[in-house]
């Protein structure tokens, strides 16, 4: 066989036949449709997980408080919608100066919210409408009561002596004139265990939408 022959033979053997690609000789699959049983049941796993960490979050995470009266004015309104975060004191503990919702000491079943004051193991006391820690006055530009006239700090303005216990906590309004708090309670503190959220954001008005200290 000479030259010529074997080349003719090599490139017979690179047919079209040959050349085509696997994907090319298959046959191609018809997609597949959803069936609408299956996207029914897709709506509703997703709604349903929504719902689930909806209740989580409501729970676990966030509490949300619509403010009924002025105890906490002018830091915050009447009819203000405020939310909480639950977990804030699960690797800490309350600061003094802290906005905190909590079970009412003597209602539980209600929950109320305040400004803490008072730290374990202090003694605080109140004179003339001024407060003191451990003998030493306490600033607090927050207060309604700081300005002159009718809203000076005169209802239950002391003298007042406090020793907060070791797991508890004082807690007061900023509207001093006009708040159900420490002062009056029968149970006067409340411990730690007791402190549902530390109130952190208002959402509601808009024209007061922001952190709220």
Same mark, same amino acid.
């Given at each position: ?26 046959p ?14 897709s ?8 719902? /689930?960490? *909806? ?5 676990? %995470? ?7 009266? @002025?105890?906490?004015? !002018? ?14 004191y699960?690797?800490s ?8 919702i909590f ?5 539980p079943s ?6 803490v004051?008072?730290l ?14 451990d ?19 005169? /209802?239950? *303005? ?5 020793? %907060? ?7 007061l @309004?900023?509207?001093r !004139? ?6 009056v309670?029968?149970?006067t ?25």
């Amino acid at each position: 066989m000479n030259k010529e022959n074997m080349k003719m033979e090599i490139l017979d053997l690179n047919n079209e036949e040959d050349t085509k690609t696997t994907d090319e000789m298959e046959p191609k699959k018809p997609e597949e449709k959803t069936s609408p049983v299956k996207e029914i049941l897709s709506w509703v796993l997703t709604i349903a997980f929504a719902i /689930v960490a *909806a209740i989580l979050i409501k729970n676990y %995470v966030i509490i949300n408080a619509n403010i009924p009266s @002025g105890s906490m004015e !002018n830091t915050i309104q009447i009819g203000d919608d405020i939310f909480g975060f639950r977990l804030a004191y699960t690797f800490s503990d309350p600061k003094r100066g802290d906005i905190v919702i909590f079970n009412a000491p003597d209602s539980p079943s209600e929950k109320y919210i305040k400004r803490v004051i008072g730290l374990p193991g202090e003694t605080v006391t109140i004179e003339d409408g001024k407060v003191y820690i451990d003998g030493e006055a306490l600033e607090e530009d927050y207060l309604k009561s700081n300005q002159s006239g009718e809203d000076a700090w005169t /209802v239950n *303005a002391g003298p007042y002596e406090f020793k %907060v216990p070791q797991d508890s906590y004082l807690l007061l @309004g900023d509207n001093r !004139n006009g708040s159900s708090d420490a002062r009056v309670w029968e149970h006067t503190y409340v411990s730690k265990d007791d402190i549902l959220a530390k109130a952190i954001f208002r959402y509601y008005p808009f024209d007061r939408f922001g952190a709220v200290k």
